[in-house]
């Protein structure tokens, strides 16, 4: 008796990561029914991993080739467009084929998505039971079983009817049996390095707006230790392991769970050639909590602000901290850890904002100084969360195609928001990926009273964009209109453009002219330093995109200067 083949479908979302990454779901999926399946062996499921860019056809030539009976597609914002095309492409030629969906941009609005997609023929509607679900409908059609034999799914009856079924029953087990690590159904062996991810507990306790993750609807269950500590010991013991991702909204959620997790991380051979990444509540650290997670190499925080603005803050959240509360506590880490990397989530579009208040958010974010400032943009109208419930008693414009996208609003209108993503585009080139021309910015606004530190900023674009003229072709709003993938690519193609010597050097040119006469150390390593380098790659024909060209620097700069500031002038856009 053959076995059933089942294809798995996933898509890594960043473009940027240059090692080998994997969504989670698909291989959880994979692991989950393969242990619980009766009789065991049936069934042949295969994981499918495709880039951020893959061509729909493409994929679905490749799938089609496995001669699969059923394909799974994980939907999410980054992917919704290249899986509807490429199911769309494997339901003609494979008729028969069955298509689940599923993933967080199909499961909340499972029946509006396949009535505009009949090659779609079920999703689970079940968010926490995904894994119970999966299982069940692959053991049905092993049995000839019917779909309404299966719990928690919308199907398509043989009359082209949607039909759903009871709610799926019973808890998922979250135990070391159905780790898809432990039993190596994702290998860490990709010469070129591993991008990892781990979730410690599933669900969250917050009930933000703009997300269809948690609430009120989604109690927070815990991986097992055994299970967790097993995963830290493949993962960091692991030679091709570069970055480690934990994906929970906040690791401190359990602190005495966190503090056991960090020193065990701690007690990997290879924790120091690793990055790790954890987002936390601001509310939820303080320094001794930051100091032990400092001490992980490469570690930078994350925290998410999303608004300064009340009016803004509050339709996220009634319980969000305020921003006085988020800087009170962040300053608190800082004076104890001065060095620290850190990322702050701010969102631009948002329901209740303004162009005014908008900039006064990034003045705030500027006064902490962040490495970075995560600035989300579109914002997405979740199926699933409240934003996308009141879509229109908030007065939004939004796109007609999914995944549904945030245009403008009635207090933040067009040319507004025109405004603020151009400037936004500016901000994360400036602050992001020049680490040399933040540094000098940050020191320009010590003393500043409020609004001082964005009037520097958009003073500084205005007459940068004037020589580099960034956006002479390209409307990243009416990008974002379009498709998330056309938005992506202009905004990747702008940071590229903005990253190459070119660029810089007009940059660094304007900026050393607006302060030429500063004769402190900082603009001598920063700024000054950035000119000549990029003076000499202009002399010399060399037009590099980021720090490619660094090996080509004179051994002059090398005596004169730390390695680590002539590498912090360059951008660090990855090429």
């Known amino acids: 008796m053959s076995k ?172 070391v049996n159905v780790s898809p690590y432990i039993h190596n159904d994702i290998l860490l062996n990709e010469e070129k390095g591993h991008y990892a991810t781990l979730e410690t507990y599933r669900g969250c306790p917050f009930d933000c707006a703009y997300c269809c993750w948690g609430g009120q609807r989604s109690g927070v269950e815990f991986i097992p230790m055994d299970r967790l500590k097993e995963e830290i010991r493949i993962i960091y013991n692991n030679p091709k392991v570069k970055h480690v991702l934990f994906t929970d909204a906040n690791i401190l959620l359990n602190k005495k769970r966190a503090v056991e997790i960090i020193q065990h991380i701690k007690r990997q051979s290879r924790y120091k050639e690793i990055h790790t990444q954890m987002c936390m509540n601001i509310s939820s650290i303080d320094p001794e909590m930051a100091r032990m997670l400092s001490e992980l190499p490469g570690f930078e925080f994350c925290f998410g602000l999303q608004t300064a603005n009340p009016t803004s803050l509050d339709l996220i959240s009634k319980n969000r901290t305020k921003p006085y509360a988020f800087k009170e506590r962040l300053d608190a880490i800082k004076k104890e850890l001065p060095d620290i990397d850190y990322n702050i989530d701010i969102m631009l579009g948002l329901p209740g904002d303004t162009l005014s208040a908008y900039k006064n958010t990034l003045d705030f974010c500027f006064s902490m100084e962040p490495t970075n400032i995560s600035i989300a943009y579109p914002i997405y109208l979740l199926p699933g969360s409240r934003f996308y419930r009141d879509k229109d008693l908030l007065n939004l414009t939004y796109t007609s195609d999914h995944p549904i996208r945030i245009l403008y609003t009635k207090d933040f209108p067009e040319q507004d928001i025109d405004e603020a993503t151009n400037l936004s585009i500016w901000i994360q080139i400036l602050i992001k990926y020049y680490p040399a021309i933040s540094k000098f910015f940050y020191y320009l606004c010590k003393g500043k009273e409020d609004g001082g530190r964005i009037a520097l900023m958009e003073y500084w674009v205005e007459r940068i964009d004037a020589q580099v003229n960034l956006f002479h072709d390209t409307n990243i709003r009416k990008a974002a209109e379009i498709t998330f993938e056309q938005w992506n690519k202009e905004k990747t193609r702008l940071l590229r453009h903005a990253a190459s010597a070119n660029e810089a050097y007009k940059t660094y040119s304007v900026i050393h002219s607006l302060h030429k006469n500063d004769s402190s150390d900082v603009f001598d390593k920063t700024i000054n330093l950035g000119l000549s380098i990029f003076s000499y790659y202009r002399e010399n024909n060399i037009n590099a995109v980021g720090q490619a060209a660094m090996e080509l620097l004179p051994e002059s700069y090398y005596q004169t200067y730390s390695k680590k500031d002539i590498k912090n002038v360059h951008s660090k856009f990855k090429v």
Request: hydrophobic letters at 40%; one cysteine or more.
């Open 4 to 175: 059933m083949k089942v294809c798995l479908i996933g898509m890594t979302p960043d473009h940027q990561i240059r090692e080998k990454s994997v969504l989670l779901a698909p291989y959880i999926l994979k692991r989950y029914a393969e242990n619980y399946i009766s009789p065991k062996g049936i069934t042949d499921i295969e994981v499918m991993d495709f880039p951020f860019d893959a061509n729909p056809e493409k994929m679905a030539s490749e799938i089609s080739d496995k001669h699969p009976a059923i394909v799974g597609l994980s939907f999410y914002v980054w992917n919704f467009n290249s899986l509807i095309k490429c199911s769309k492409l494997l339901k003609q030629v494979m008729p028969k084929l069955i298509i689940m969906g599923g993933g967080p941009s199909i499961t909340f609005n499972a029946e509006e998505i396949m009535r505009d997609n009949p090659q779609i023929d079920a999703v689970p509607f079940d968010n926490r039971r995904g894994e119970v679900v999966f299982t069940d409908f692959i053991q049905c059609f092993a049995s000839n079983k019917s779909f309404a034999d299966v719990k928690g799914i919308v199907y398509r009856s043989k009359e082209n009817l949607l039909k759903k079924t009871d709610p799926a029953e019973g808890e998922v087990d979250l135990s």
